[in-house]
């Protein structure tokens, strides 16, 4: 018997119902559409996106990348970043292939890739809009270009790529775009003293590193976390050089610095600031290059913006991005329901922001929000059609405020097919396509299990691990771990924050009671076979917030296992907003079958006000009107599958008597 040193995980192959549907969806329908949409080919609407910053009549993505190839004539359109959405998908098309092998989606691959390589310049450098329409202002404005952001991308694609195809040509273009990086940026002499408005590069760097462990490329990835906020006046002087008036994006000069996590060195931001998607892309990166490195500084700032982020800046559902202006955080406890923002890729980059925590240590915490932002605050981002996308995930929505109230219009009630900015739909594709790697995470020869997805799990010494549930439905969850060499190792089982007070815990049929520690129980695994079996506390659970957060005062979120629940108003007959939870309300579960795909339902008791008449007065006396409550029930379903029916007001915060 010997003790596993460094166990590696191999493979994982995803049993679960639940993720399974997803992910047949992502091969059967969302890359098949996102691919058409992105070819101009799919009869679709384009959605005004929530920025206005403008509609497209289409994506024009692969367009962009035919006319710098020159297969055709034509000029950019779309955001600077267009290319990205083609990454993504790319990426998304990467996963699948593990599971789901696919030789024409392949050749459609291969193809893309054809094309990227003939659209890369000779020294590395490839961003459509830069090649079409200003080569001159390469790396030039920095502050808006997202070139870094936009190469990121592609590097994020190629390892992906390589790592399930062995594609050699998706890597080395990869590799000399990194190279153009480096030989484009740093302190030396000649070379560009700055670093990207949209932090990105930092992570694909990262990921570029760990796949071919090319110390130049962890540098490069470290010199950019250093040198933000380092020269504040950086952007400034690009702008002057470039041209004041010369904009790229329109509307974003007037940011200040914080918004682009720059206004002071990254040691230095004592809060999550600025755009919501920029700050967890760069938490990532921080904490990816914290983990290569060892460096206690960078593990410091993470774990400083981690809790700033999870304590006071989010939702009871994950999203994070309070204010659609800037699409970004405002200020702590500041959590409006109705005219928050909650980006789809805010919620996708905190789950890679906790996947690379739990790498660095064995804390619940990452794993309790990791699972959240996977059954919530991410899902609610793509359409049980797999066809339609949130990019504004509110918690409370009404097409009425919508459509009549311009600091609301932000807030769509129904997913669309597209948006001019695309940055959503695939991001949530590549989560869903890769959602096998966000289950174990290895520290020595200690395995984690910190999320609840059926699979079957492959590691070295041929230890396997059966994970068995009906997961996020059902709280009893088995795993049969093989060992045939009889290898030591600990097996780490996260017991969810929302079950800390009741589980249970068997192993080899007999209950054991072992220490939670930083949100595991720890199994010393020796023998060659072992059953685990954990049973959750799927009891339906009232949520209140933090009595600082305004918004939420008086009023309950409901939530069963991980999922948290939203009335909608074709449910309920009332307008949400005249129910309230009765105090000792009792509420029921059923799993329904037939609604929605599938789903836990949850009915609790309430009571509701007839709604006043539009003859009434707008205001008179509590004593001359006074209300009056009479019994209901609120019906509740998933808050990831809302807007999937007929357009109506949707709500998770709901009223409660106390
Ligand atoms: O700026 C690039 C992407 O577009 C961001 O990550 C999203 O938030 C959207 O603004
Ligand atoms: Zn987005």
Not at 232 to 238: L, N, V
Request: charged share 25%; glycine share 6%.
């Amino acid at each position: 018997m010997q003790t596993c040193t460094n166990l590696e995980l191999n493979n994982v192959k995803i049993t679960s119902e639940f993720w399974n549907r997803y992910r047949e969806l992502i091969v059967k329908e969302v890359l098949p559409y996102q691919w058409s949409v992105m070819n101009d080919e799919a009869n679709i609407h384009i959605a005004d996106d929530p920025q206005k910053n403008g509609t497209t009549k289409n994506s024009h993505a692969i367009a962009n990348l035919k006319i710098v190839a020159s297969k055709i004539k034509g000029h950019h359109s779309g955001f600077p970043f267009q290319d990205t959405d083609v990454y993504k998908w790319l990426e998304a098309v990467a996963y699948s292939l593990r599971y789901h092998p696919n030789d024409d989606l392949k050749q459609i691959a291969d193809k893309l890739i054809d094309l990227i390589a003939e659209a890369q310049e000779y020294d590395g450098y490839l961003s459509t809009y830069f090649q079409i329409e200003a080569p001159e202002r390469k790396f030039k404005r920095l502050k808006q270009s997202h070139e870094l952001y936009t190469m990121g991308h592609y590097i994020e694609a190629a390892v992906a790529y390589y790592q399930v195809t062995g594609n050699e040509k998706a890597l080395n273009i990869a590799r000399k775009m990194a190279d153009c990086i480096d030989n484009n940026f740093g302190l030396e002499k000649g070379k560009i003293p700055g670093y990207d408005g949209h932090p990105e590069i930092e992570l694909a760097l990262s990921r570029l590193y760990e796949l071919t462990h090319e110390k130049k490329y962890l540098n490069l990835a470290y010199y950019f976390l250093k040198q933000r906020g380092q020269d504040p006046k950086f952007f400034d002087h690009q702008i002057e050089q470039d041209g004041f008036d010369h904009d790229l994006i329109e509307g974003m000069r007037n940011f200040p610095l914080s918004y682009y996590q720059a206004a002071e060195p990254i040691v230095d931001q004592e809060t999550a600031e600025g755009h919501a998607v920029r700050v967890v892309y760069l938490c990532t990166g921080i904490a990816y290059v914290a983990r290569l490195t060892g460096d206690q500084d960078l593990l410091t700032v993470c774990k400083r913006f981690w809790n700033n982020i999870v304590k006071k800046r989010m939702y009871v559902t994950g999203n994070i991005g309070s204010t659609t202006t800037g699409e970004s955080f405002t200020y702590d406890y500041d959590l409006p329901n109705d005219t928050m923002y909650g980006e789809t890729c805010a919620s996708v980059g905190m789950t890679f922001f906790a996947k690379q925590m739990l790498q660095i240590e064995p804390e619940g915490e990452y794993g309790d929000i990791l699972e959240k932002e996977l059954f919530n605050g991410s899902l609610s981002g793509i359409s049980l059609d797999g066809k339609h996308f949130f990019y504004v995930n509110p918690l409370e929505a009404d097409p009425t405020a919508s459509k009549g109230n311009p600091g609301k219009s932000h807030i769509l009630t129904r997913r669309a097919d597209w948006f001019g900015c695309a940055c959503c739909p695939s991001n949530v594709a590549r989560l869903i396509a890769s959602v096998d790697q966000y289950i174990y995470t290895v520290h020595g020869s200690t395995i984690l299990s910190h999320q609840f997805i059926s699979n079957e799990a492959n590691f070295d010494n041929n230890i396997s691990i059966i994970q068995s549930n009906n997961f996020p439905w059902d709280g009893n969850i088995s795993y049969k771990i093989k060992n045939p060499g009889e290898n030591k190792f600990k097996f780490g089982i996260r017991i969810p924050s929302w079950s800390q007070c009741n589980y249970k815990l068997q192993v080899n049929k007999k209950d054991v009671n072992l220490p939670v520690k930083s949100g595991f129980v720890y199994i010393f695994v020796e023998s060659s076979q072992m059953q685990i079996d954990l049973s959750l506390d799927m009891c339906i659970q009232f949520i209140r917030a933090n009595n600082r957060v305004k918004n939420d005062l008086g009023k309950v979120a409901v939530q069963r296992g991980p999922i948290v629940y939203c009335a909608e108003e074709m449910d309920n007959s009332a307008p949400l907003w005249l129910y309230r939870i009765k105090e000792q309300a009792q509420a029921r579960y059923h799993y329904n079958d037939h609604l929605l795909n599938g789903i836990g339902t949850i009915k609790v008791d309430a009571e509701v006000l007839n709604e006043d008449s539009k003859d009434d007065l707008l205001y008179t006396t509590v004593s001359n009107k006074p209300y009056d409550w009479h019994e209901s029930k609120l019906s509740l379903i998933p808050y990831y599958a809302w807007g999937n029916r007929d357009d109506g007001q949707m709500s998770v915060w709901l009223n409660k008597e106390y």
